[in-house]
Each structure stands twice: as C-alpha cells, then as structure tokens.
C-alpha cells in the first residue's frame, strides 16, 4: 500500500486549502479507517481527523473543529482535508494514514503513512 498526500502550500491567514490522499496498491481500502495527522517543526505528530470506513462518522482534534472537514471517495481511493480558516498555528507537514484497527490517537493504530504535505500559514 502507498499513500500519496498532495495539496499543501502557502496561504495566507484566513485562507483555505484541500489536501488530497491516494491511496495506491490498496485492495483493503474501503475497510480502512483513514485519518490525517500533522507534525509541526519542533514538535511531536499529532492527530488532527479521521474518518470511518464508510464515512459516515469522523472525529476532529479541538484545535481544528469546525474549521477542518475529513471525508472521503473510495472510489477513487482518496481521503480529503478541506482546511477553512487557516491560522499560523496550522502551519505543519500533514501526513495521510491508514488505521491498523480503527482510529485512534497513537501513530501506532496506523500502519501505512503518506509521505507528508507541507502546509505554510502566513501571518
């Protein structure tokens, strides 16, 4: 399985971006849970949505509910981040993931990781 994260760039604050995730050699897809973490410069990788198999049920970190929304196409194998109301704070490498089990807060429920896209806030 390979995920492929794009989308990433530079905005301003109060702007909004999309990241995309494809997933590749991926038979299993539409029975994984998927989510999207991000790891500032500095600091330790951190969950920011995730999303169920289905769709129907996805779960936001604090610091981006009601501003971020996961949702996902399997078929075209691909999970979306629509990021709305950007802030400095968000700025980050957000990498893709494919839940081991289910979702969970841990890098060690996922097993297969993007290579990361960066995303720069602009103040």
């Known amino acids: 399985v390979q995920l492929q994260a794009f989308g990433g760039g530079l905005v301003q604050s109060g702007g909004s971006l999309r990241l995309s995730c494809v997933a590749s050699d991926a038979p299993s897809f539409n029975f994984d849970d998927m989510a999207w973490f991000r790891q500032a410069p500095g600091k330790e990788r951190e969950f920011v949505a995730g999303i169920t198999e289905t769709g129907r049920t996805s779960y936001y970190s604090d610091s981006v509910k009601g501003r971020f929304s996961i949702s996902r196409d399997n078929a075209k194998n691909s999970v979306y981040l629509q990021m709305n109301n950007l802030k400095p704070e968000d700025t980050a490498v957000y990498y893709c993931?494919?839940?081991?089990?289910?979702?969970?807060?841990?890098?060690?429920?996922?097993?297969?990781w993007g290579q990361g896209t960066e995303v720069t806030v602009s103040s």
């Open positions: 993931a494919s839940a081991l089990l289910g979702l969970g807060l841990s890098l060690d429920d996922y097993r297969y």
